[in-house]
């Protein structure tokens, strides 16, 4: 029987393959950080990964990490109601609520598990879901597996928004759901806006802050601080595996009965397992880090003017960003391919994107800044753009 699937298989591979679309994995060998080193021995500046707030490798967090594995071992065997918590995962859930502001937090193994086990639980087929058009497609896999009825809106469009809002008021409860800061271009939502129509039409409000937490907002606690509504929404979601660390974990924060009823029902909850013990303390050490100085969210809001300031002056075009994503656009598909390859020869390591990814003839190199960059790592990727999009007739 393998054979014929076997054959129907390798088909599919060899049509994503030439399409072009086959995603091949570079191999780092060093720690990830600002300087990454690959099996090909070449050393690179890292632009492409979500350490934020560089603490990928930070030394604080090792060390907390390395204690707890001493005083609470490594792995827990076990869901969280059975015998997975620890001291550390409710300390590590208090500090999340604390930090954003909310009543209480659950722990997940990943954002994507915390997305995908927060809608079903809560809305049935009365209530409605109304959900921006670029979600993460945690929020699309965990909308599907809930039997509310679907609504959605065009990116970050509020007439589109007030058009779902209205269409839905039959059904008995609904939520708005966004993520904070998307990922392709860098926006930021609009949650004033967004606050505004939900008060109008009666609605509740969730956010993913998986890219703003620890980047946006004047001291990092993402896109409730920047537009001063910490605690107006209902539902915030998020990860530990980006600015946080970069580990692995995800929560889902807010209202207390709403997280009540998440641990009585929310199944990657109650059927996955427990994140390790060094994971809640290394998660701790961010977040009280994280309440002691603004240093490092300060260093990467400077690192992200510098270089948008920088890059716009040659000349790129740069979609408008609030966060530590800049996209620097070249709209042609194979160009994007073509200029991230050349980057690479140049030490800088980013990722060109195209459709289905980004839409049609938005194709584009996405730069993530990160407090880990110095000035210098800065000007070797502007120095290398100005290069190759010379070279590649980008900008004169
Ligand atoms: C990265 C990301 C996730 C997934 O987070 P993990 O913890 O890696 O599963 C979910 N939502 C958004 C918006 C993200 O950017």
Partial sequence: MYNNY?????SQLNEIKEAGLY??????????????????GQKVLNFCANNYLGLSNNPELIKA???SLDDHGYG?????????TTDLHKA??????????????????????A????????FSSEDAIISDALNHASIIDGVRLCKAQRFRYENAD?????????????????LIVTDGVFSMDGNVTPLDKIVSLAEKYNAMIMIDES???????????????????????EIITGTLGKAFGGAIGGFTTGKIEIIEMLRQRSRPYLFSNSIPPMVAAAGIQVIDMMTETNELQDKLHRNAEYFIEKMTRIGFDIKPTKSAICAVMLYDARLSQEFAAKLLKEGIYVIGFYFPVVPKDQARIRVQLSAAHETEHLDKAIKAFDKVGKELGVIK
């Fill in 92 to 113: 590590l859930e208090k500090k999340i609520a604390d930090f954003f502001g909310t009543e209480d937090t659950i722990l997940y193994a990943a954002c994507f598990d």
């Fill in 158 to 174: 509020m007439r589109d928004l007030e058009i779902q809002l209205q269409a839905s008021q039959g059904q008995r409860f609904r």
């Fill in 211 to 233: 890219h703003s937490a620890g980047v946006v907002g004047k001291t990092g606690r993402g896109v409730t601080e920047l537009f001063n509504l910490k605690g107006k929404v």
């Fill in 6 to 10: 076997q054959n129907h298989l390798t």
């Fill in 76 to 84: 827990m065997s076990s869901v969280r109601f059975i015998c997975g």
């Fill in 115 to 122: 997305n995908g086990g927060v809608f079903e639980p809560l």
């Fill in 65 to 67: 990490a390395k204690k």
């Fill in 23 to 40: 995603k091949n994995e570079r191999i780092i060998i060093s720690p990830q950080g600002a300087e990454i080193k690959l099996n090909t």
